[in-house]
T-cell receptor, first 114, second 110 residues
Framework: DAGITQSPRHKVTETGTPVTLRCHQT?????MYWYRQDPGHGLRLIHY???????DKGEVSDGYSVSRSKTEDFLLTLESATSSQTSVYFC?????????????FGPGTRLTVL | DQQVKQNSPSLSVQEGRISILNCDYT??????FLWYKKYPAEGPTFLIS?????DKNEDGRFTVFLNKSAKHLSLHIVPSQPGDSAVYFC?????????FGAGTTVTVRA
């Protein structure tokens, strides 16, 4: 167990509303990531963080923002949710042992935008 | 533009036989490759990895082969077991970021 949790696990919201997903880690890792998983696309990187207040965009960052004010928390915000953002969202952190590139994933958040 | 491709969306194999999953990539800057396994309603879990300077890595029933000239890697599972039924993702690393393939769903038949 890599000590990574996501909340909420499920959320249904309406188009145009703001949504914030939370990722919490207990491993004190520097790197944290947000992905979305959609059929036919695998997992795609939305944003990542390489330290407190240090974030950068991934390949599908449009419509999303992130914040990291503490090492343990990485927040993903949909400023105005759209139906195209219906997806399963995964948070990940880098491993401390084994491969330096290995990432541990949280259990996911299933988001439905109506 | 997908830089990592898994062209077989599904694979069915009999228990005890070999499963071979394939993955192709286009970016020559990738320096590490990983395979992940995913069950429904769970996050992906790491299986095995290989550095770009190697051509084979083995861990128990799992072996990953890398052919850099062809930009191709494969995962062999021998022997396949019912618990191996899952979605398998190939991923490639460049600058601490992972690029994933679309996944291959493996079904192991009794």
């Amino acid at each position: 167990d890599a000590g990574i949790t996501q909340s909420p696990r499920h959320k249904v919201t309406e188009t145009g509303t703001p949504v914030t997903l939370r990722c919490h880690q207990t491993e004190n890792h520097r790197y944290m990531y947000w992905y979305r998983q959609d059929p036919g696309h695998g997992l795609r990187l939305i944003h990542y963080s390489y330290g407190v207040k240090d974030t950068d965009k991934g390949e599908v960052s449009d419509g999303y923002s992130v914040s990291r004010s503490k090492t343990e928390d990485f927040l993903l915000t949909l400023e105005s949710a759209t139906s195209s953002q219906t997806s399963v969202y995964f948070c990940a952190i880098t491993a401390t042992s084994g491969s330096p590139h290995e990432q541990f994933f949280g259990p996911g958040t299933r988001l439905t935008v109506l | 533009d997908q830089q990592v491709k898994q062209n077989s969306p599904s694979l069915s194999v009999q228990e005890g036989r070999i499963s071979i999953l394939n993955c192709d990539y286009t970016n020559s800057m990738f320096d590490y490759f990983l395979w992940y396994k995913k069950y429904p309603a769970e996050g992906p879990t790491f299986l095995i990895s290989i550095s770009s300077i190697k051509d084979k890595n083995e861990d128990g029933r799992f072996t990953v082969f890398l052919n850099k000239s062809a930009k191709h890697l494969s995962l062999h599972i021998v022997p396949s077991q019912p618990g191996d039924s899952a979605v398998y993702f190939c991923a490639a690393v460049n600058d601490y970021k992972l690029s994933f393939g679309a996944g291959t769903t493996v079904t192991v038949r009794a």
